[in-house]
């Protein structure tokens, strides 16, 4: 595009240039790991950085830079960055940020592997970790330190649906000169724009709604120029963990259908979560559209719409959430989410079994608690076959 958009919609498909693309109307593929100088002093100009272009595709490459371009636009911030994985993004930024002896603040409740990362980092490099709810601001300010050098947050939250209010944890990141990194994933770009609340960093895991078809697993990191030009020349390159160029294009592919899909996720969510609420073996449901939920003031100022995944808890145990599990026939066990066909899994069993159980319990992830991740379907199919499992 010469000039971008001011519409998320259009910039989702036409956002970022392509150095050279024959005219084609996708993009190409530039499947290549390496690039080839006309002569040794353009080689030299090139890794001294005075002359722009491509040297390796660990370091660069032009598909996988007009993704980077894209969803720098879509999330309002200077550049973007691409990662192998949500996780390989997670890990670069954290990494990056931190040096032995620092501390980071995190939100009560995390991705799973989110959590053994910060166990990890704290067991072999001292970078400790400490965690908020983040609803109050005394809360957040007392657990501060001298060494405290990001805060790290996720809202909603994963799997409890919680949600932080993203200005309130600014105004005291700012007065405390420390960044504000939030992992976005279960929001998209479309529902919720963190940089444009005044964090400095947003992660996603793009496995999830950003490509939106199960068939890829990647990772993106959006801020300041300066910084991810920083996380590109060392945590990146030096560790390593890369997108490929097809990859690339199949999230570049995904992007273009992102504000309808989520329009749909969101719709088909809010239908399910009102009959959830009135089934008789359900006990809770937790989903930040539901006017009834504590989360739906923060919902409405900071987010388009409440997203596309319901937690909630069925009258029972571990083993009657299990048989439940079992009787769904349209509705797939699966992990992972923000993918065309309805998903559920058992946090305490899947994704947050690495979690020691008194911290789960803390975290409010409860043997009976279900994570629900509403696909594209017709919302009275994916009804009829939660309702019959419910019932059996
Ligand atoms: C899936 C997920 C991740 C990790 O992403 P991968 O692409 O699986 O490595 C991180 N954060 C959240 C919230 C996720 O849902």
């Known amino acids: 595009m010469s000039k971008e958009s001011k519409y998320f919609d259009t910039i989702a498909i036409h956002g970022g240039k392509i150095t050279s693309d024959n005219g084609s109307l996708v993009p190409p593929i530039y499947q290549t790991s390496t690039f080839t100088f006309d002569t040794a002093e353009q080689g030299e100009a090139r890794f001294a950085g005075s002359e722009e272009g491509y040297i390796y595709s660990r370091l660069g490459n032009p598909t996988v830079k007009l993704l980077e371009e894209r969803i720098a636009l879509l999330e309002g911030g ?9 996780m390989a993004a997670v890990s670069a930024v954290l990494f990056a940020l931190t040096k032995s002896g620092d501390h980071i603040l995190c939100s009560k409740g995390l991705y799973g592997c989110t959590f053994g990362l910060l166990q990890m980092m704290e067991e072999k490099y001292n970078i400790i970790h400490d965690f908020s709810s983040m609803d109050e601001e005394e809360d957040i300010v007392s657990k501060l330190t001298p060494s405290t050098k990001l805060i790290y947050i996720e809202t909603p939250i994963n799997p409890t649906m919680k949600l932080i209010d993203l200005q309130l944890v ?8 420390i960044p504000v990194v939030v992992d976005n994933t279960f929001s998209s770009p479309y529902l919720q724009q963190p940089i444009k609340e005044g964090c400095d960093v947003v992660i996603h895991s793009a496995t999830k709604y950003i490509g939106g078809h199960g068939d890829v697993i990647a990772g993106l990191v959006v801020g300041r120029e300066d910084f991810i030009q920083q996380v590109a020349m060392t945590t990146k390159k030096d560790i390593g963990g890369v997108m490929s160029p097809f990859d690339a294009w199949l999230l570049l592919r995904g992007l273009k259908t992102l504000p309808v899909r989520m329009d749909r996720h969101c719709d088909n969510a809010e239908k399910i979560t009102s009959l959830l609420i009135k089934h008789k073996n359900v006990e809770n449901v937790f989903y930040p559209g539901d006017v009834e939920s504590p989360a739906y003031e923060i919902m409405k100022k900071q987010m388009k719409k ?17 048989n439940f599990l079992n009787r769904l026939k349209l509705i797939k066990i699966a992990v992972s989410l923000g993918d065309a066909e309805t998903l ?4 305490a069993t899947m994704t947050h079994a690495v979690v020691p159980e008194d911290e789960r319990l803390k975290m409010g992830i409860t043997d009976n608690l279900i994570r629900l991740s509403v696909g594209l379907e017709a919302w009275e199919d994916i009804w009829e076959d939660l309702n019959q499992a419910l019932d059996g």
Do not use: C, M, N, W
């Open 78 to 86: 200077e550049a973007g960055l691409s990662f192998g994985s949500g």
């Open 170 to 177: 600014v105004k005291i990141a700012r007065q405390y000169k």
């Open 306 to 322: 409440a997203g596309g995944i319901i937690s909630f808890t069925i009258k029972g145990t571990k083993k009657d959430a299990q």
């Open 344 to 347: 559920i899994q058992h946090p």
